[in-house]
């Protein structure tokens, strides 16, 4: 649709009671990813944001728990003038009003997602303001589209409509009708099966569509465009603009599907790899850089908390390079400094995000600097080198949820440094998810052994990258650089990183 002229934006809802996951555990509900404005929220809007190039905000990602603190919070005011508060409408009508808040905007589209599965309990106020929508609106302004399963049976060898037709009769129980199947299947559907699904859930042939796996993700929207997806979306909204200009997204693809065979290996050294979502723009983020360096990318997800003095080098022998990413908690922490000094000592390329820079520092003021009881006031409030502190602004915070330093901050390079090189700017912005911060004691004891502070708030205060400068690529971020990569503009640290990658392998 945004190939096709049109503006577009993303929103999910989510059926849970959790105000959004910035609480939950990674092994919950996989990352969490954050937006400019500092909305912590569901992965999928990093898919969404990846693929339309679009930054999102607070708003498209509306959970049952946000539904209902609103409502209550409107309750408690007197804002009901005395009702009876309830599910319909009270709550239906706070879930449209997250639909509607796009209408005095310059979007043209909002495509909505609700996660779940119909009938879960969860998520029926979902379902039932959707179908509210679609009454309120004139028809042609509402499409809806149902995604399900076709299961490949391997011993008959043959795709099953049956679970398909009992969803669709499920959803129009409840007053949908869906007006688009897109069918995820293993098999490409024959026209006999395209037939027999329009037939049993009242559908037109052609607005059955085949989603069947791709050998890239970035590939799906081609090959849902192929399917003819967007000529039915556009019919039924009576859009005049439906020729797409794709050659953009096709050049990339092509360019995907050219890369020989060299790769190189980078380790993810983390306390979560036992879910690879936990970590999955970093993740997409290494491909990114693979693409603008013309290679394959082989990720070795390695649990830090596993890593020893005596295991680094068998477990990081073969990496050309490593990422550490965020996280919380003492678990895993001496694993990842074990892998931080390993490959600062043996010239392997490292990029450190958010608590991967606060341990490269307390390694380097360790190992380097040779202070003694070096640590981070997160893990040890007591020592006496707390080389990380807890920032100013969250002294006196108690609540978990939404309160640490979030969104999107500016950060000012430093001249000639790494960092300068690589965005090729003097500022840039970048994305956050933190309470501790780099102590300003020890600036001048780093920059005097080597690791340089090359990335700073505009005021100075506060550290944001630092670099040494004895090392072929050592750089590292409190920020999180993975939220704004984009497989057609890669983010500028994990480009340096797999091209560091590639000269080491060389």
Not at 378 to 383: K, L, Q, T, W
Request: charge should be negative; include cysteine.
């Amino acid at each position: 649709m945004k190939n096709r002229g049109y503006k577009v934006t993303n929103q999910k809802f989510d059926p849970y009671i959790n105000v959004d996951p910035g609480t939950m555990s990674p092994y919950e509900h996989g990352e969490v990813f954050v937006t400019d404005d500092g909305a912590e929220t569901d992965l999928d809007l990093g898919h969404y944001e990846r693929f339309i190039d679009e930054n999102l905000t607070k708003n498209s990602s509306v959970t049952s728990g946000k539904i209902y603190q609103s409502v209550i919070e409107k309750e408690r005011r007197g804002d009901y003038l005395g009702k009876t508060v309830q599910v319909i409408p009270h709550i239906t009508n706070e879930i449209k009003e997250k639909i509607y808040s796009f209408e005095d905007t310059d979007v043209d589209i909002v495509i909505t997602e609700l996660g779940g599965t119909v009938g879960d309990m969860e998520g029926l106020a979902f379902i039932e303001a959707i179908r509210q929508i679609g009454l309120e609106q004139a028809r042609e302004d509402v499409i809806y589209i149902h995604v399900t399963l076709l299961p490949y049976i391997y011993g008959s060898n043959e795709l099953k409509s049956k679970p398909t037709q009992h969803s669709v009769k499920e959803l129009q129980s409840f007053g949908i009708k869906p007006d688009v199947l897109v069918c995820r299947s293993e098999l490409e559907l024959t026209d006999e099966m395209k037939g027999k699904i329009a037939l049993f859930c009242n559908v037109r042939k052609e607005c059955v569509i085949s989603n069947l796996t791709a050998d890239n993700l970035y590939a799906v929207p081609l090959m849902l465009e192929k399917e003819g997806l967007a000529d039915v979306v556009c019919k039924h909204l009576n859009l005049e603009k439906n020729i797409p200009n794709n050659s953009e997204w096709e050049k990339m693809i092509d360019n995907i599907r050219k890369i020989g065979d060299e790769t190189v290996k980078i380790a993810i050294v983390g306390k979560y790899v036992r879910l690879e979502d936990s970590y999955l723009s970093v993740a997409e983020s290494l491909r990114h850089g693979g693409y603008a360096n013309n290679v394959n990318v082989d990720i070795k997800y390695i649990d830090s908390e596993t890593i020893t003095e005596k295991n680094v080098q068998e477990l990081l022998g073969d990496v050309q390079g490593i990422v550490v990413p965020g996280g919380f908690g003492n678990r895993g922490i001496e694993g990842k400094i074990h892998a931080i000094k390993y490959v600062r000592e043996n010239n392997i390329p490292f990029l450190g995000i958010c608590l991967g820079m606060q341990m490269a520092v307390v390694e380097f003021l360790r190992n380097v600097c040779n202070l003694e009881d070096v640590d981070s006031e997160e893990f040890n409030p007591n020592c006496k080198n707390p080389v990380i502190h807890i920032m100013e602004t969250q002294k006196n915070v108690s609540k978990k949820g939404g309160t640490m330093r979030l969104g999107a901050y500016p950060c000012v390079l430093k001249e000639g440094s790494l960092a300068k090189k690589l965005y090729g700017k003097d500022e840039i912005s970048e994305r956050h998810r933190h309470r501790f911060e780099f102590n300003n004691d020890y600036r001048e004891i780093c920059e005097e052994n080597g690791l340089k502070i090359s990335g700073t708030s505009p005021d100075g205060t506060l550290v944001e990258m630092v670099e040494y400068t004895k090392h072929p690529y050592f750089i590292a971020g409190q920020f999180h650089p993975e939220f704004k990569s984009r497989p057609d503009r890669p983010q500028p640290l994990f480009v340096g990183l797999i091209e560091a990658a590639k000269k080491i392998k060389k």
